[in-house]
């Protein structure tokens, strides 16, 4: 008896298992296509579009900055760094968990201008959240790869 009840608790485990990998695989497509979107806005110089990419009660948090709260307060974050010569961004998600509504997502990004050049590149963690069916950017912080100056 002791054996068949290992059998099943080790098969409910394993089938957990199972299912939050596949979880976290829909979802890392998910969110891998949105990350897509929003390259795609950035390259378009469309912030408002990536705005609208977040939560409404979104934060970001940039380097050597204050917490941006809300959705036009990030709308101008990414205007001013299309301003200041980022022309093209990539990002490159290594780890999504899904967590039920929200998922954490790590990864890296980099950041060029017209010419190509690379400006910056660093790396990310981004909570996000599940509105309806759209997993949408909660909480976004970044930072570089640079060496800090003084």
């Not at 110089?45 to 709260?69: C, E, H, K, L, N």
């Not at 400006?119 to 790869?145: F, P, Q």
């Amino acid at each position: 008896m002791k054996t068949g009840r290992a059998a099943c608790v080790l098969g409910a485990i394993l089938g957990l298992v199972v299912t939050v990998q596949a979880q976290s695989g829909g979802v890392k497509a998910q969110i891998d296509k949105a990350n897509e979107a929003f390259v795609a806005a950035f390259a378009k110089g469309d912030a408002a579009a990536i705005a609208a990419m977040y939560t409404t009660d979104a934060q970001a948090f940039p380097p050597s900055s204050d917490v941006v709260r809300g959705r036009a307060a990030i709308q101008k974050l990414w205007e001013g760094a299309m301003g200041m010569g980022v022309k093209t961004v990539t990002l490159k998600a290594t780890e999504v968990e899904a967590h039920g509504a929200t998922a954490h997502e790590v990864g890296t990004y980099a950041m060029f201008g017209a010419d190509g050049k690379e400006l910056d590149n660093g790396k990310y963690i981004v909570i996000w959240k599940r509105e309806g069916n759209v997993w949408k950017l909660h909480r976004d912080i970044w930072n570089t790869n640079a060496p800090a100056t003084r």
